[in-house]
C-alpha cells in the first residue's frame, strides 16, 4: 500500500518551473542515497579513504549535497586525481550504495578481480619489503592488509623447498608450512603478550610478505647446486627479510622490549633459511 | 602492594606458611579476564630486554641458589618459551649437520637427506620436559604441604634449559675434529690452535697438553662437556629448589629427584641426538 502511494505523484498544476524543481529534487535525493548510481565508481577516490575494507565505512564522508553541476566538475576532476589503487574505489562505492544496485565487484569481469588483488600484493610487496623513506604514506601498508600476499608466498615456499628435497617430500612441506603459519601466529601473539599494539592480521599479513627475499633465495638455490653459494644466497636473502620485518616489529613494542620482540622473527627467518640450505 | 591476609587465628603451621604465598599470589588473578584474554597472560610476560638477560646470565651460575629471588616479584615465561625453542631448532639443525658431516666422510659421496623427523623428537622431548616436569613438582610439592608456585617453577625450570645451548653448538664439530684427514691432524697444527688458549703457559706444558688431547680419543670428550653441562644445570634446578623449599629433611628427596631428571635429560640429549 505504502509502496503505491509513493508511486502515484500528487498532481499539480504542470508548468515546466515546476517540474525543473521536481526534476532536480529527484537528482538531489539520488545524490544522496547513492552517488555511485549517478557517478562514476572513482568519484568517492578523490576523497582518500584512510581504508580500504569495505566493512569500515565511517571515515568515508558522506557525498556532499552538492547540485548538479559541481558533480560534473568532480567527475572532470578524477581523471587528474592521483589513482589510488582502484579496489579502494569499488569497496567503497559497496559502502556508499547501500540499497542501489548491486555492487561492481560481483558483476565484474573475473580477470579484473584477479588484476585489482594481483595489484593490491604487488603495491603492498612494495610497501613493505622495498621500503622506501620518502614514500608518501608510511603506514598504507599496515592499513591495506591481505593475506593472498602471504599465502602464496607461504605455499610457493613450501612447494620450492619440497620440491628440491629427495625425500619426504610431503613432510618437507608439512613442516615448512606449519613453520610458517604457527610462527607467524606465535609471533604476533608474542608482540602482544609483551605489551605491544598491533593488530592481529596486520602482523600476520607483514610477516607474510618478509618472506619474499626467502622465496627469492628458495628459487635460486633450487637452481643452483653449490653449497658455498647456497649459504651465501641464504645469509642475503634473511638479512633482507630481517631487514623488512624490523621497522614493524620495533615500532610495535616498547623500546625496551624491541629485542624481546625481533628475537624469535630472527629465529624463525634462521630456521626457514637452514631448511633452504639444508634441502638439496 | 602487599595484601595482608587476615589472621584467621588457628595458627598452625601449615596455614602461616600458605598464608603469604596466597597473599601474592592474590595479585594476579585480580587480572584474570578469562582463558581466551590476551590481557590475561600479559602479566607473566612484563620484563624488559635486560631483565631477561640479567636472567638468562644468572643461569650460567650454577652455585649461586638465589634464582627465586630474582624472579619472586615478576616471574615470566618469556624464557620459558623462548628457551625452549631455540634449544629444539639448534638440536635438530645441529643433529642434521652432525649427520650430514658423517655421511660426507664416510662415504664420499653426499646420499644425505635432510631428516625431517628429527624435529618431532627435539619438540616433543624437549617441550614436554619444560612443561610437564615442574608441572609434576608443583603438585607434588602441594601435596606435601609446601608452598609452590607453578609459574616460577616454569620460570626458572625454562632458564635452566639455557646451559644446553651452548653444548648443543659444541657437540657436531667434535665430530668434524676427529673425521679430519690425518694429515690436518699433527702436532703443529695443534700447537697453532692451543696457542691461542694457553698463550701464557711455557712451551712444553704446551706439547704435553697437545699430546694429552689427541690422546684421548674425540668420543670422550663429546661425554666430558655433556656431563659438564648436565651437572652444571642439574645444580643449578637442584640448589634452586632446595632454598625455595627450605623446608624439613624429608623434601630433600625431591631435590635429589630434580638433580637426577636434569641429568637424565641431558644423557637423552647426547645419546638420542648425538650418538
Redesign the interface.
Known sequence: MSNSHSDTIPLRPSNSQSDIDEIRSLIDDSVHSGPAVVLPARHPATTPPPSSSPFISSNIPPPPPVSSSSSLQKLQAVPAAPPPPPPVGNSSSIVANGFGPPPNTLTEPVLDTVKRDLWRIVSNLKLVVFPNPFREDPGKALRDWDLWGPFFFIVFLGVALSWS????KS??FA?AFALLAAGAVILT?NV????GHIIFFQSLSLLGYCLFPLDVGALICMLKDNVVAKVIIVCLALAWSSWAAYPFMSSAV?P?????AL??VL?MY??VG??II??? | MQIFPPNNGSGRGYQTLEAPAESFEQQPPNNWKGVFN?SS??Q???????V?INRLISSFHPTAGDFFNKIEANPDL?GLI?IT??LV?MLS?FE?FAT?LMQKHTDGT?TW?????Y?NVAASGIYGYAIAVPMAFYFLLRYLGSNASLIRFWCMWGYSLSIFMPAAVSLPFKIAYSLMPPRFCNCRSHLENLKVVFGNLDFRIRIWISKFLLLIPVEFLRWIIILITGTASSCFVALNLRSYIEGGNDLTIIVIAAFLLQMALSIFIKVWFFP
Open positions: 628435497a629427495s625425500v619426504k613432510q618437507v613442516v601473539l602482544l603478550l609483551l605489551g616498547n625496551n622490549r624491541k629485542a624481546l628475537y624469535p629465529l634462521l630456521s637452514f631448511l639444508a634441502i638439496d | 590476551i597472560y600479559t607473566y610476560f612484563n620484563v624488559d630486554t635486560d631477561v618469556y623462548w625453542t631455540t631448532f639443525c642434521n650430514y653426499t637427506s635432510f631428516d625431517v623427523g624435529v
